[in-house]
């Protein structure tokens, strides 16, 4: 079946130690994105990528990094420098993107890569 | 930059009645797309009913139907038959437009007890 999977389900870190969580997507989707999630609270954009090998800093990309070396994988890994990691961590994909051209744009019509999807989300909590 | 607002931090509805979840939002854009999400308790997101800013029509997905407002960038969502399972958190989202990355806004949610 096609779809975004995320592992572990359940992480646990040590103070000071980097860990990784993976993201996996058969769906065959150009952009990937990290979400953090804290309790009681909306999502927050990490990281994202449009394309292989490029991506961009979210809003709170301190103490994160990320790589995208093939299309269907994007890990984040939580560094010893970020200070309060203890969140919920969703990762998301979207289908391929095609910009506007001038004439769609003045049609109003929608392009595609509009819809995005999620995996079920890795916890992660710092013993 | 763009913003969500969701007001309403809790609500509640009795089974089989309707509730509406407000929701407005910040742009200087004029084509872009709105999203409902409702993360369950087990914290899958799923995806509820997408508006695409160049529509006038309010977009509908069976019990779930959206009032969208352009000029006073209002985005509600309305729920028809409630049903137990709807309980959950609701997110509101927007996506910002291609050039600045297809990223999705959220605000801050609403939970949303439908009660028996």
């Known amino acids: 079946d096609g779809g975004i999977t995320q592992s572990p389900k359940y992480l646990f870190r040590k103070e000071g130690q980097n860990v990784t969580l993976s993201c996996e997507q058969n769906?065959?989707?150009?952009?990937m994105y990290w979400y953090r999630q804290d309790p009681g609270q909306g999502l927050r954009l990490i990281y994202y990528?449009?394309?292989?090998?490029?991506?961009q800093k979210g809003d709170i990309a301190e103490g994160y990094s990320v790589s995208r070396e093939k299309k269907e994988s994007f890990p984040l890994t939580v560094t010893s420098a970020q200070k309060n990691p203890t969140a919920f961590y969703l990762c998301?994909?979207?289908?391929?993107?095609?910009?506007?051209?001038?004439?769609?744009?003045?049609?109003?019509?929608?392009?595609?890569?509009?819809?995005?999807?999620f995996g079920e989300g890795s916890w992660l909590t710092v013993v | 930059a763009q913003t969500v607002t969701q007001s309403q931090p809790e609500m509640s509805v009795q089974e089989a009645e309707t509730v509406t979840l407000s929701c407005t939002y910040d742009?200087?854009?004029?084509?872009?797309?709105l999203f409902w999400y409702k993360q369950p308790p087990s914290r899958q997101m799923i995806l509820v009913i997408r508006?695409?800013?160049?529509?006038?029509q309010n977009a509908t997905e069976n019990r779930f139907s959206v009032n969208f407002q352009k000029a006073a960038k209002s985005f509600s969502l309305k729920i028809s038959d409630s049903q137990l399972g709807d309980t959950a958190m609701y997110f509101c989202?927007?996506?910002?437009?291609?050039?600045?990355?297809?990223?999705?806004?959220f605000g801050a949610g609403t939970i949303l007890r439908v009660k028996s």
């Open positions: 989202a927007f996506m910002t437009p291609p050039e600045y990355g297809n990223k999705l806004v």
């Open positions: 508006q695409e800013a160049y529509k006038q």
């Open positions: 769906l065959n989707h150009d952009a």
């Open positions: 990528s449009q394309i292989v090998n490029d991506f």
């Open positions: 742009t200087s854009e004029s084509n872009y797309y």
């Open positions: 998301a994909s979207s289908p391929p993107y095609r910009p506007k051209t001038p004439l769609a744009r003045d049609r109003g019509s929608p392009s595609s890569g509009n819809t995005i999807y």
